[in-house]
C-alpha cells in the first residue's frame, strides 16, 4: 500500500502565506510526479501545482508568482509554499502523487485525505 499523508493547513488572514507538506510512505517503487490540487465549496477539483520528479513544474495560472511548489525526493515529499494568499484561494487542498508500487509494473495515481486552507480576516 501507499499512503499520502498532508500537514500544514489552517486559517490565514488575506496577504499572510502558509506551507502545505505531503509525505508519501509505504511499497514505494518510483515516483513519477508529485503535486496538488484543490477543491473549493460548489466547484471543482482543480489544479494548483505539480512537479516532475526530474524538476519539471506546471503551476494554475491563478497561482503563479504567489505559490512556489519543492519536492524533496529523498523524503518522498512535496511541498506547496503559499504567499499573498487571497480568500478565493480557500478551498481543501489535496496532494496527489503519480507512484509506481514496487509489486506492480505501472504508475498509479494516489491521493491524500486533504488539508482544508481558509483564508479570511
Known amino acids: 500500500q501507499v499512503q499520502l499523508v498532508e500537514s500544514g493547513g489552517g486559517l490565514v488572514q488575506p496577504g499572510g502565506s502558509l506551507r502545505l507538506s505531503c509525505a508519501a510512505s509505504?511499497?514505494?517503487?518510483?515516483?513519477?510526479?508529485m503535486g496538488w490540487y484543490r477543491q473549493a465549496p460548489g466547484k471543482e477539483r482543480e489544479l494548483v501545482a505539480t512537479?516532475?520528479?526530474?524538476?519539471?513544474?506546471n503551476y494554475a495560472d491563478s497561482v503563479k508568482g504567489r505559490f512556489t511548489i519543492s519536492r524533496d525526493n529523498g523524503k518522498n515529499t512535496v511541498y506547496l509554499q503559499m504567499n499573498s494568499l487571497m480568500p478565493e484561494d480557500t478551498a481543501v487542498y489535496s496532494c496527489?502523487?503519480?507512484?509506481?508500487?514496487?509489486?506492480?509494473?505501472?504508475?498509479?495515481?494516489?491521493w491524500g485525505p486533504g488539508t482544508q486552507v481558509t483564508v479570511s480576516s
Open positions: 496527489h502523487g503519480q507512484i509506481r508500487p514496487y509489486y506492480v509494473g505501472y504508475f498509479r495515481d494516489y
Open positions: 509505504g511499497s514505494i517503487g518510483r515516483i513519477n510526479a
Open positions: 512537479m516532475t520528479t526530474g524538476g519539471s513544474i
